[in-house]
């Protein structure tokens, strides 16, 4: 089992930057992919990135490569999402979560597989 805390959302103006970290417990840190997903309102949860337990794999939507990178410092059992010109339709709340199995491409995209959960951040940006 994995406890997951999120920090490091807030309210910015379009164009700008955040970091998000997703601090996790740090006996069973490396047994987990650890995902980013968000829901904006009125909206289902959807997949923004992942990262493998060894940090070799990494995947992300569309609308997000490019601006985002999500990576994993073993040391400090934490997974970053830094997040670089952010647009007003990246508001949302955003969640890490982790699983224990293997997943590659879309068959890691679905939130229903992931086992655990943090209890979100809010990003809010401004036009």
């Not at 417990?25 to 009125?42: E, H, M, V």
């Not at 994993?72 to 982790?98: F, G, H, I």
Request: proline share 2%; charged share 20%.
């Amino acid at each position: 089992q994995v406890q997951l805390v999120e920090s490091g959302g807030g309210l910015v103006q379009a164009g700008d930057s955040l970091r998000l970290s997703c601090a996790a417990t740090k006996d069973t840190f490396s047994l987990y992919l650890i995902g980013w997903f968000r829901q904006a309102p009125g909206k289902e949860r959807e997949f923004v990135a992942i990262t493998s337990q060894d940090a070799v794999y990494t995947d992300y939507r569309d609308s997000v490569r490019g601006r985002f990178t999500i990576s994993r410092d073993s040391a400090r059992s934490t997974v970053y999402l830094q997040m670089n010109s952010l647009n007003p339709e990246d508001t949302a709340v955003y969640y890490c979560a982790a699983r224990g199995n293997y997943c590659y491409g879309y068959g890691c995209w679905g939130a229903d597989s992931y086992h655990f959960w943090g209890q979100g951040t809010q990003v809010t940006v401004s036009s």
